[in-house]
């Protein structure tokens, strides 16, 4: 491909395809890098109050784990629950955690189905936590989907390998902490229950985030379909991918021998 016909790059994927893209870059040549991103979900102290409200968030965190099988940058991965650390609030977390992974084995086939063969490392990592008692509670597996919940105010350190529809749930006091693990590489944010969104809107914006979804509903279709249901040219990380890929063009022409009206003068 001759570099001199090319206006536009746009680079999606992983890190390596992003650098290699690099490569063609040269003075005219403008790259939209869509890097790689991860995703989480905030769930409100409400969730924890009833068993209804715990299958209703149970139900939308398998969704936005789930789907793709947990290969997409909108997948959920890091689950922050407001809640304290006690040994009361840690059962519920516990009990919490066993209805997601109930919720993921019974979600459609067309949202997600069990892994076709198990994460070794990921395993691995699984199993060493799993020994920790005093700091980790782990449920399920890679095959089927799992659950580690930290008993402490902090992710694990594999955080970054989760996969196979594993997510980590840490308990926080205060949703508003999250923002401190939060940049510009986190893109999607479910939300459970909607009366949480407001007051985390601004500080989450101002830290990187990028999307705030719905996981209400008890319902996996209707879940999905909202996550998935963006009319097209919509922002996406952050920036207006189709705005940014054309070539725009301003033809400015002399205004008329005759007043403005205000309201454009005032423009």
Not at 30 to 52: C, H, Q, R, W
Request: overall charge negative.
């Amino acid at each position: 491909v001759r570099t001199s016909r090319i206006d536009k790059i746009t680079a999606w994927g992983g890190m390596s395809s992003v650098k290699h893209i690099q490569k063609f870059l040269s003075p005219g040549i403008d790259l939209t890098a869509l890097n790689p991103k991860y995703s989480m979900s905030v769930i409100g102290a409400e969730a924890l109050f009833s068993d209804e409200a715990m299958d209703e968030a149970a139900t939308g965190l398998a969704v936005i784990s789930g789907f793709f099988n947990q290969t997409a940058c909108t997948n959920t991965r890091l689950v922050y629950v407001e809640s304290d650390t006690d040994e009361a609030s840690i059962e519920r977390l516990v009990e919490f955690g066993r209805r997601i992974v109930a919720a993921l084995a019974a979600l459609p086939p067309i949202i997600s189905t069990p892994s076709e063969k198990p994460n070794r490392d990921l395993e691995a990592e699984l199993e060493a936590a799993g020994l920790e008692e005093e700091f980790y509670d782990v449920q399920g597996d890679t095959l089927s989907g799992g659950v580690v919940i930290s008993k402490f105010a902090d992710r694990v350190d594999f955080f970054g390998q989760l996969d196979n529809r594993v997510i980590n749930i840490v308990p926080v006091s205060d949703l508003r902490q999250v923002a401190k693990w939060c940049d510009d590489t986190t893109q999607t944010v479910g939300v459970y229950p909607e009366s949480i969104r407001d007051g985390l809107i601004d500080i989450f914006s101002l830290v990187g985030v990028q999307r705030l979804v719905s996981i209400s509903g008890n319902d996996p279709m209707r879940i999905f379909r909202e996550i998935q249901n963006l009319p097209p040219g919509m922002p996406h990380d952050g920036i207006e991918p189709l705005r940014r890929n054309v070539r725009w063009v301003i033809d400015q022409r002399p205004s008329a021998d005759r007043p403005l009206p205000l309201d454009i003068a005032a423009e």
